[in-house]
């Protein structure tokens, strides 16, 4: 039924239940033939390390290093599923999260899009800004982990 799944993830405990909830759609019948699991490393967080830190770190240092933790962590997620029957594909990308989210559920032609409800439990009854932008935007369907 949703035969290519985009679970943006942000490394918070949403993360890791989002994963979750991918197994148990496998283990209830739903066909996934392949999950794209991908982080954003957020530009402005990196532009705004850089400038803090401009005399002791060169530019691309920072989003070196980023993208190197985020693909281990990737990589680490990525083989909880070595065993079910389908395609992972791990990715990581520079730029501003729910844009660039929205980019690639276009660019890989996700059915679905599975994204943590928030980060942290601050304020639990609002949604966190990623999720609030591309739950809205978004051309299919959206699915919240809580
Ligand atoms: N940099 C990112 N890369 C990939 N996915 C992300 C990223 N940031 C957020 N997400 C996705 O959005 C979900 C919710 O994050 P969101 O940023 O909306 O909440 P938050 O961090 O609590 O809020 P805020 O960032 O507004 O303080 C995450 O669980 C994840 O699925
Ligand atoms: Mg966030």
Redesign the pocket.
Known sequence: MFPKIL??????N??G??LEYVKELIDCGCKILEIVL?????DRIVKFTEEMFKDTIDDRSVVEACRQTASQKLSEMENKFVNANLKVRTMV?LGI??S??LKVAEEVQASLI???????N?ASE?????????SRKAKVPVL??R
């Open positions: 679970v943006p993830l942000d490394f918070s949403y993360s239940r989002c991908l982080h954003v490393v957020d990308r999260p729910f660039t989210i599975i994204l943590g409800h928030r980060r942290h601050l609002l949604l966190g800004s990623v999720t609030e932008k591309v919240l982990i």
